[in-house]
Each structure stands twice: as C-alpha cells, then as structure tokens.
C-alpha cells in the first residue's frame, strides 16, 4: 500500500483563487481527517470525516472551507477565495475506529 | 475542552545525553496519549500510544494521570532522533480527531 496519497505536493497560488486538496485515504480506512500545519499555530484539525460522513466541522476556519467525500477512496479540502494567511501545509490523514491515524506526506500551500 | 501543552518549542541536546520531550494535557474525561514524530518535510508517523506501553527507537513515556503529563523519554540521544515531536490526546476509545500540541523541535548535536 503506498499509504495516503495527497495531491498536490505544493501549490502556489494568487490571492482570490480557488485551491483544490485532495486525499486518497488507506483502503479500508474508515475515518479521514484534514489537518493544518503552521508554524504559529501547529497542528489544528479542520474535520473529519467516519464512513465518509462528516462529523466535527467546528475547525473549518471559514465559509471560504469546505471538505467533501463523496467516497471512501476521495476527499477534497477546498479554499474560495484563498488569502495569504491560508499559506500551510494541510494534512489529510485516516484510520480504522480507534487506532492509529495516519498521515500522508502533506499539501504545501502558499497564496502570494 | 481539551489541551496538549508541550512547554519547549525548541530542545537541544549532544549525542548520547539523556532526552526528555515533556508534555501535559487537559482533559476531563478518559484520555488517550500518543507521540508523533515528523522527520524533516516527512509526513506525521506514530512513535508510541500509551496503551501500548512498548518502546519504539529507544523511547518511552509513561502516562501519569496525576500530573496529567505523558513526558518522553530516551536515555541516549541519537543524531537521527532529530526530528519534530508532537505530543497528541483523543477521548478514550474515540474514534475523533487528535488534539495536538504545538510540537518541540528536537536537535540532537553531535
């Protein structure tokens, strides 16, 4: 298993596009999760996702986020319109119930 | 609500010293305690749960519910052990999000 799989590895991008994130999860994992990385903040849980539904949005910072699955293998984070201060690095990861997450190798965004 | 403390952003010890990583939580119901560690622009790997209570490359950490802390451990730094590390809880037998700390830098200097 190539384990979970995010593309793009980096995206730099202007102010007012929209970025697209996507994540293809472990087969058979049943949770996935989108996480931020900054260096101010570190690692904020954004949502996540069980049996490709979603169940805790509360750290989707805006209405410019959203996150969709619309099957086990697929997820996709995306920002409209993006700004300068969205520029981390987003972690898709996923599990099975209660075990261990894990974690593909992260999207680097940067919004001049 | 919860909360992951991890008081040093920044750790830096020789080669062969003793490594302590510490962490402190906020919780107040069951909780269950993980270390992740992130090798240079690596993705997020599991280095050890507290349920587990195995010992993987070396460390260990032992959760205390007392003082609410789940502190890492190495009794012999090694040059790969740097690396960042970030200390994580999630509620008992939960199958939600981790909550993680900020993350401690740890460089280990020849």
């Known amino acids: 298993d190539a384990g979970v799989i995010q593309s793009p590895r980096h995206e730099v991008t202007e102010m007012g596009q929209e970025v697209t994130l996507r994540c293809k999860p472990i087969s058979g994992h049943n949770s996935l999760f989108w996480y931020r990385q900054t260096m101010m903040r570190g690692l904020e849980l954004l949502i996540y996702?069980?049996?490709?539904?979603?169940?805790?949005d509360s750290g989707m910072p805006e209405d410019r986020f959203s996150a969709k699955m619309p099957n086990a293998s697929f997820s996709t984070l995306k920002i409209q319109p993006s700004e300068p201060r969205d520029s981390a690095v987003y972690f898709c990861?996923?599990?099975?119930?209660?075990?261990?997450?894990?974690f593909g190798e992260g999207s680097r965004l940067t919004v001049l | 609500a919860q909360r992951v403390t991890q008081p040093e952003k920044l750790l830096s010890v020789f080669k062969g010293a003793p490594v302590e990583l510490k962490c402190n939580y906020s919780?107040?119901?069951?909780?269950?305690l993980f270390w992740y560690v992130q090798y240079s622009r690596q993705r997020l790997q599991l280095l050890l749960r507290h349920i587990s209570r195995e010992s993987i490359k070396g460390f260990t950490a032992d959760l205390n519910k007392g003082e609410t802390s789940f502190h890492l451990k190495k009794p012999f730094a090694q040059e790969e052990d740097s690396a960042m590390y970030y200390c994580a809880l999630r509620r008992w037998g939960g199958a939600d999000g981790l909550t993680f700390g900020k993350g401690t830098h740890l460089i280990i200097q020849p």
């Open positions: 919780y107040s119901g069951s909780p269950e």
């Open positions: 996702f069980n049996n490709n539904v979603p169940i805790d």
């Open positions: 990861g996923g599990g099975i119930n209660t075990g261990e997450l894990f």
